[in-house]
């Protein structure tokens, strides 16, 4: 699977990513990443309040009225200006939060490095995407592209420094997304115990 999508990305993915950075200019390819992580946050707010993280669901809760209103419908990211942190949260998160462990690593076709517990929580996931309720298909398919092209425009760095360390592509992928994920579900203090099985 790896290789079907290293070979959908060296054809399409790399290529539109690389045009939309050198034709987009900075600011407004910002203004996109913005919005998309605007929109992320409404999921984000309901997988801290299912993880009773209080602080952090108010915090959310602020950031996202913030930057739809102050920050011309989250075009601007006003909220960090304002010193109101992100706290990225997802429904696999929130199954790690409660115990559920990650269970072995696997690689998605089109959607790559996942876990078998993260792919259990996708379609909630996909569900609960503020994108994915927009009723017009044409509009919401557009959407869907341009946050593919933009996520992957800012990946175009990482994926030519991997590939000029000459590195095992699979066994470096592999160990940093589990290491990033298993960050992310312990909000950056991971236990030592490697057998807390999140």
């Known amino acids: 699977m790896t290789r079907f999508n290293d070979t959908v990305d060296e054809a399409v993915l790399e290529p539109v990513a690389t045009a939309y950075q050198n034709v987009v200019p900075s600011l407004v390819r910002q203004g996109v990443t913005n919005f998309f992580s605007n929109l992320g946050d409404i999921w984000s707010l309901a997988n801290n309040v299912a993880q009773l993280k209080l602080q952090n669901s108010a915090e959310t809760f602020m950031r996202l009225n913030v930057n739809t209103f102050f920050g011309l419908g989250g075009l601007l990211d006003v909220a960090s200006e304002a010193r109101l942190p992100r706290h990225e949260e997802d429904f696999g998160q929130t199954l790690g939060y409660w115990g559920v462990g990650a269970g072995p690593y696997v690689v998605l076709p089109l959607l ?34 341009l946050r593919v092209v933009d996520t992957r425009s ?34 950056g203090n991971p236990p030592d115990d490697d057998n807390a099985g999140k």
């Not at 927009?134 to 557009?142: E, F, L, P, T, V």
């Not at 030519?160 to 000459?166: V, Y």
């Open 112 to 145: 790559g490095p996942s876990t078998l517990r993260d792919t259990i929580a996708r379609p909630l996931d996909m569900y609960g995407d503020a994108q994915g309720h927009i009723h017009d298909i044409a509009w919401r398919n557009s959407l869907a592209g």
């Open 154 to 187: 800012r990946y175009l760095g990482a994926t030519r420094l991997l590939d000029e360390a000459a590195l095992d592509k699979y066994s470096f992928t592999r160990d940093a997304f589990l290491q990033r994920r298993r960050n992310q579900v312990y909000d």
